[in-house]
């Protein structure tokens, strides 16, 4: 059984930063595309990056390209998001998902919301 648990979530002030992290068990990490998603009260859950499982190719959403990064660590069966210069219309549960294909073709399919498999997610919040 694959689990994803995600952590490192918190309450930050405007123009802070915050990582969060993502433990994976259960299957073969390095075989996933991963990716985080968020989704903030009242309204749908949106893609924010992926990455393949090489972590050679990245994908971001437009709303945070420039101030999120995504990598992982195939070591520690472990995904990150990296999130700079936070706005308040960041807050929001982050979840983190992986796809059962690993390369571009993963990340492509996380990026239209499909993922095999789901955390439970981690509130950010960001205070203005």
């Known amino acids: 059984q694959v689990q994803l648990v995600e952590s490192g979530g918190g309450l930050v002030q405007a123009g802070g930063s915050l990582r969060v992290s993502c433990a994976v068990s259960g299957s073969t990490f390095s075989s996933h595309a991963m990716g985080w998603f968020r989704q903030a009260p009242g309204k749908e859950r949106e893609f924010v990056a992926a990455?393949?499982?090489?972590?050679?190719?990245?994908l971001y959403a437009d709303s945070v390209t420039g101030r999120f990064t995504i990598s992982r660590d195939n070591a520690k069966n472990t995904v990150y998001l990296q999130m700079n210069s936070l706005k308040p219309e960041d807050t929001a549960v982050y979840y983190c998902?992986?796809?059962?294909?690993?390369?571009?073709?993963?990340?492509?399919?996380?990026?239209?919301?499909?993922?095999?498999?789901w955390g439970q997610g981690t509130q950010v919040t960001v205070s203005s």
């Open positions: 998902a992986a796809a059962a294909a690993g390369d571009i073709v993963g990340s492509i399919r996380l990026r239209g919301g499909h993922a095999n498999y």
């Open positions: 990455i393949t499982r090489s972590g050679g190719r990245t």
